[in-house]
């Protein structure tokens, strides 16, 4: 019973158990027997965790976990996934999977920790008061056996290993799945649904079905946590929804988030998941409705005022919520409300420092105000025969223009809701003919903006100064304005679609698209003579596509500018052009070219204007074939990029301009910078390819590349390009595109000369690759103007030296004078390198000049001049053993000299790496003479303090006569050198002492562990002191210092005794 009471706690117990011993780390099992026993837990790591504690079969191997895993894991650790989404602009797909894959919790000890503190249920067959009923009594160790297999770690163990976990999915930082818990004799079988939410390798919260209201987890939770732990790889992972939503479509998104919150009140993911895939799927009864949006919902035509009213009541709820996701992402969007530029809009303008932030509803919510009681309104929608041929054009808002047609003056994404309101709600012709209203009405206002910039182009040129009217742009917009148009139009004129075939008083087909999808369906009578709803669709979308508008604020509106951008132009490309539509494409590029501060496109435009990049490498494939010279100067207007311009001509924001009161003068955020930057690359890089054999185009272009991109990076990718273009394997080089590559080439070295780039040596040795291809004129330039392009050492080490080689020379096929002359261009380069930076380019310089006795004297000067301030021991050193290796050894004594003046060995650095190098320069002074011996063991003495390197060179001085081969190949016939005369007798006191200073030094700080090295250090000193002649008694005399200095280490000084007495 005593051995009972020492029993630790059951939970205490479990954590400590066989397969948990604390050498495990978290995540793993070290191994046990029991309920999954042996089992490692936490990822691909484990089995190599597993081999390294002996627990793979021999001879197993195991990869080491990738670098991608251990970064994700430990960012996993630290860092909440919000912080990572808002440090980093794009994440791959990839690292936020192996970021969600590893946040989950690894370690086994944790799970345990939370679920087993309490014992579980009482025993059914234990009585009153806990204890045993009669005839069932049993031993202390069972008792608490039984204690623990009730606990619910153990029991959620016992759930795992029955195969009792199922439907396990991870979406994001959510786990769910299913536990069964098996039938008992009075409890049929249930099956729990547990959801565990987590962040950081921690679990933040647990819910279960079982109705478990203990602080602790119940088994369930523990059975599913320990699934995921062990079987990681069995668990099917989704990125967080709203990687899912993003995956969407605009329809599809919108269908999602209506039917979503209007259905759900206590349920929400079941419902969520229910019309995910009914939007899913193509033919279920909610795809039969079109776009789904707030909007849509309150602008229903046939909306009762009482359902207005209650929409408004519902939708000011969700909007007061503190966690109602804004409209833009993350950021604030200050922005005037939609009503106020409306007609019908009751609202006064509010100052843009206290406008709320706008939220997901806010739009709808401002919707409530509008109506369709407008009789112009009701006309244009129910009739296709409105019209009215009275035109007058003095005044700004006519309901007619000059051809009759009706049109509709209001906030474009408002009016475009309006027509995504009756295509949502059923009625696809009445959206129709308000597309084709609103589409009018871009035309017109687009003629008359033309007009009215043409009467003030010169004033607005002299100023340089531009003005942004639209202050929402219509493509990334949250209503997606173009994007409706478009899908209007085009549904209208798809050739399977037969609900449009009922429009009255159509004329013959105007002509028939070459695409399979779409045609020219016959003009309806809103229409021009000659349109059709695909040139109106097409027209619209570039109208769309060139508008002027500000870069808005924010990662995410800002990635939704460059999506819908993308987005529409895809689909634009799906529609091949005939001439009808070439027409369309000529008329916008000159709207947009002349159309001034209204157009992206204009001769001036905003700082901060969203760049035409993309749309215009579009425009530019679209019309090459019909009308090159619209489209090249299309594509180079889009070129400019000036939010990168350290002063643009609209960056004065004290000059009047409608913007200034909307966006503050600040320092702009682009997130998409580096997509931007890489689509303008793109637009040079199409221009390029199309202009090859066309000098002037190539020289615009050039032009229009070093004005406009600011990348060292894409610039030198377009160089690359245009040398790949330049010199295809099926025709002979282009050697305007060449030269065109080169330029671009020496951009980039001009760009990247004083900043740190790591291409720059690859960029060095791919120009001079593309300058051997131009011609040896090339090359002769790039060394002569080398200063402003490389540094010294590139110069030297890369230019020179690849010019000066043999394949440059075969591949130029130069016969002797040229090659002379790219040689003495390359000398001249290489000496004045070595003047300006002579400890990295002298032996560079000396290498280059062999061949050329003048420069290489030069050089060699060079390197005398700046031997006794600039150059280090380390440089002269390998100057020296080059010109021994020349046959100059007096040259290489001298350098050798001057290199030791500039050393310093302690008694310490036995290991230092210029060792070698005061060996081999003794063994050269040694080898001219005794006098060059004498001259340098008084350097040799006063540089180095290290005995054993000091005993090294008067043991090879001692070896060999001095001069054995001297100058001149002749042999000297001396005799060795005497230790008793100088110059050995000067080294050989310098060696005694330092052995003398070193021991003393090494004794300080010495440990017993040493103490058997240092008798060795003193076995090698007595060496040296025994070449003395009274070396014997001076070593003695050293002994008997030590043995009385330091007789405190008496262990040491015993040692000393026995072996030198």
């Not at 999506?563 to 947009?592: G, H, M, P, W, Y």
């Not at 610039?715 to 080089?733: C, G, H, R, V, W």
């Not at 780039?757 to 002569?784: F, H």
């Amino acid at each position: 019973m005593a051995e009972r009471g020492q029993l630790p706690h059951p939970a205490k117990r479990l954590c400590c158990r066989p397969g948990y011993g604390s050498g495990c780390r978290p995540g793993q099992r070290a191994g046990g027997s029991g309920p999954g026993g042996g089992a490692l837990c936490g990822g691909p790591s484990s089995a190599a965790a597993a081999a390294a504690l002996g627990l793979l079969p021999l001879g197993k191997t195991q990869s080491p976990e990738s670098l991608l895993d251990i970064a994700a894991r430990k960012v996993a650790e630290k860092w909440p996934f919000q912080r990572v989404e808002e440090r980093f602009e794009r994440i791959p797909e990839p690292v936020q999977r192996r970021i969600v894959y590893w946040s989950f919790p690894r370690s086994e000890r944790e799970i345990c920790m939370y679920s087993s503190f309490n014992t579980g249920a009482e025993d059914p067959a234990a009585g009153p008061g806990g204890a045993a009923a009669p005839g069932g009594a049993m031993d202390a160790a069972a008792a608490v056996a039984a204690d623990e297999n009730r606990l619910p770690f153990r029991r959620g163990i016992a759930l795992l290993d029955g195969g009792c976990v199922d439907n396990v999915l991870q979406v994001g930082f959510h786990l769910s799945g299913t536990v069964t818990e098996p039938a008992m004799q009075s409890e049929p079988e249930t099956v729990c649904n547990v959801a565990i939410s987590f962040d950081r390798c921690k679990i933040t919260s647990v819910t279960c079905s079982c109705g478990n209201k203990d602080i602790f987890y119940c088994a369930h939770v523990v059975a599913l946590s320990l699934y995921r732990i062990r079987k990681p790889d069995q668990v099917k992972l989704h990125l967080p929804i709203s990687e899912t939503l993003f995956q969407m479509n605009r329809d599809q998104l919108q269908k999602f988030v209506q039917y979503l919150i209007t259905v759900h009140h206590t349920e929400v993911l079941p419902t969520a998941q229910k019309l995910a895939d009914e939007i899913l799927s193509q033919n279920s009864e909610i795809n039969q409705v079109h776009g789904a949006l707030w909007m849509c919902i309150v602008l229903n035509p046939h909306c009762k005022l009482e359902q207005k009213s209650s929409w408004l009541k519902q939708l000011k709820k969700w909007n007061s919520v503190d966690v109602c996701p804004w409209e833009d992402g993350n950021h604030g969007n200050e922005l005037p409300n939609l009503t106020n530029a409306l007609p019908q809009g009751a609202n006064a303008n509010q100052d843009s420092s206290n406008r709320p932030h706008r939220t997901v509803f806010t739009r709808a919510i401002e919707a409530c105000d509008l109506h369709w009681q407008d009789s112009h309104l009701q006309h244009i929608i129910s009739s296709d025969l409105y019209t009215n041929y009275c035109y007058h054009d003095d005044t700004e808002n006519l309901l007619f223009d000059s051809q009759g047609w009706p049109l509709w003056h209001e906030h474009v994404p408002t009016a475009c809701a309006r027509v995504d309101a009756l295509r949502s709600h059923g009625y696809p012709r009445e959206a129709l003919r308000l597309a084709i209203a609103i589409v009018n009405t871009l035309r017109r206002q687009q003629q008359k903006q033309l007009e009215m910039f043409r009467a003030q182009k010169k004033d607005l040129l002299h100023r340089g100064v531009t003005s942004i009217t639209n202050l929402e742009g219509w493509v990334g917009h949250p209503l997606d304005p173009i994007g409706t148009l478009f899908g209007s139009l085009m549904e209208a004129c798809r050739v399977d679609d037969d609900s449009f075939h009922g429009f009255s008083d159509f004329t013959e087909n105007l002509g028939q698209c070459k695409s399979l999808e779409y045609q020219h369906l016959p003009a309806h009578k809103f229409l021009e003579e000659g349109d059709s709803y695909l040139t109106l669709a097409v027209e619209v979308a570039l109208i769309g596509l060139g508008q002027q508008r500000i870069m808005p604020d924010g990662l995410y509106a800002q990635e939704k500018v460059c999506r819908n951008e993308e987005q529409l132009i895809s689909k634009l490309q799906e529609i091949e052009l005939d001439d009808t539509l070439v027409k369309i494409f000529r008329k916008q590029a000159v709207f947009l070219l002349e159309g001034g501060p209204y157009s992206g496109l204009g001769e001036v435009i905003h700082r901060e204007s969203v760049p035409m990049h993309t749309f215009a490498k579009y425009l530019f494939t679209s019309l090459l074939p019909h009308d090159a010279e619209l489209a090249y100067k299309t594509a180079l207007r889009a070129m400019r990029l000036l939010v990168l311009e350290s002063t643009a001509p609209s960056g004065d924001l004290s000059r009047p301009h409608h913007i200034a009161s909307v966006v503050p003068n600040r320092y702009p955020r682009w997130f998409t910078l580096s997509h931007i930057e890489s689509q303008q690359c793109e637009l040079a890089s199409t221009m390029l390819t199309a202009a090859k054999g066309d000098v002037r185009r190539l020289e615009t272009v050039l032009e229009s590349i070093q004005k406009n991109i600011h990348s060292s990076s894409h610039i030198f990718k377009l160089a690359q390009d245009a040398f790949k273009i330049a010199t295809l394997m099926d025709s002979l080089p282009d050697i305007t595109l060449l030269k065109v590559s080169l330029e671009l080439g020496l951009q980039v070295m001009r760009m990247t000369l004083s900043t740190l780039n790591w291409r720059r040596r690859e960029m060095v040795r791919w120009l001079v690759t593309c300058a051997t291809e131009v011609g040896v004129y090339a090359l002769d330039s790039i060394m002569q103007n080398w200063f402003t392009l490389f540094t010294p050492t590139e110069a030297t080490s890369i230019v020179a030296t690849t010019v000066m080689s043999n394949s440059t020379i075969v591949r130029l096929h130069l016969d002797c004078h040229q090659q002379e002359k790219l040689a003495g261009s390359a000398r001249t380069l290489a000496l004045q390198c070595a003047m300006k930076d002579p400890q990295n380019c002298a032996l560079s310089a000396l290498t280059l000049c062999e061949k050329d006795h003048i420069a290489f004297e030069t050089a060699y000067q060079i390197v005398l001049d700046a031997a006794t301030a600039g150059m280090s021991y380390s440089q002269l050193f390998t100057i020296a053993r080059y010109m021994e290796h020349r046959g100059y050894p007096m040259r290489a004594y001298k350098l050798a000299t001057l290199a030791m003046t500039h050393l310093n060995l302690s008694y310490n650095q036995d290991t230092h790496p210029a060792i070698n190098d005061v060996l081999w320069a003794c063994a050269l002074s040694h080898s001219l003479g005794k006098n060059e011996l004498a001259a340098i063991i008084p350097l040799v003495v006063k540089s180095v303090k290290c005995a054993t390197v000091l005993s090294d060179i008067l043991r090879r001085c001692t070896l060999t006569t001095p001069g054995m081969v001297g100058l001149h190949g002749r042999r000297n016939s001396g005799k060795l050198m005497s230790l008793d005369k100088a110059p050995l007798r000067q080294l050989l006191d310098a060696t005694i002492g330092a052995y003398i200073n070193t021991t003393h030094s090494r004794l300080t700080h010495i440990s017993p562990r040493h103490y058997s090295e240092f008798i060795e250090f003193l076995s090698k000193a007595r060496e040296t002191f025994l070449m003395a002649h009274d070396g014997h008694i001076q070593f003695t005399q050293f002994i008997d210092n030590l043995k009385q200095i330091y007789k405190g280490k008496k262990k040491l000084m015993m040692l000393v005794r026995e072996r030198f007495g």
